[in-house]
């Protein structure tokens, strides 16, 4: 036991910190396209089907693997969502997993506005990616907060109030 040494290793500031890049032992990425064919692993293409809700919004999807078209109630993603903010926000869970390109979209939406329309969407597209392949695509959408349910919805209104929380003038006299 006499042998064995413990040596503490002091701070050298000359010596510099390597940060850049992944840990390789972490799963809360997404594997790159390199790191994929470096383990054999390659994300399997398949298709697959979720529901995705938003405030009011609820959005059916299906995933069928084909060259990146968009159906949105029959309508063509740019034609359904012209706002860009929309468009970059629902096709973000493809863009985390990297497959931008290797599916086609067939959603049909009802209920709510615009913009909660667009985040059911969203959801409905990132829960599809990770019941297609979820051992490949899941750890990447779960660290950028896509598998989320946004929780928020309207407040009912409540008894002796005009709406949720705005009370009628109050009236001394």
Not at 20 to 30: D, I
């Amino acid at each position: 036991m006499s042998d064995i040494t413990t040596e503490t290793a002091e701070f050298d500031p000359e010596v510099p910190i390597d940060n850049e890049g992944p840990v390789a032992y972490t799963s809360e990425t997404n594997p790159t396209p390199e790191q994929r064919a470096e383990t054999g692993r390659v994300a399997v293409i398949n298709p697959a089907g979720a529901t995705g809700r938003r405030k009011e919004a609820v959005a059916r999807v299906r995933l069928v693997p084909g060259t990146g078209q968009w159906t949105v109630n029959g309508k063509p993603l740019d034609v359904y969502f012209p706002n860009k903010v929309h468009q970059q926000h629902v096709n973000e869970p493809f863009v985390v997993a990297g497959l931008e390109g290797s599916y086609d979209v067939i959603a049909r939406i009802n209920g709510g506005g615009i913009t909660g329309q667009a985040g059911a969407l969203q959801l409905g597209v990132a829960r599809c990616l990770n019941a297609a392949d979820e051992e490949a695509n899941r750890p990447g959408l779960k660290k950028a907060g896509l598998l989320t349910r946004d929780a928020r919805i309207k407040e009912r209104k409540k008894a002796g109030l005009k709406k949720a929380r705005k009370a009628p003038q109050y009236s001394k006299r």
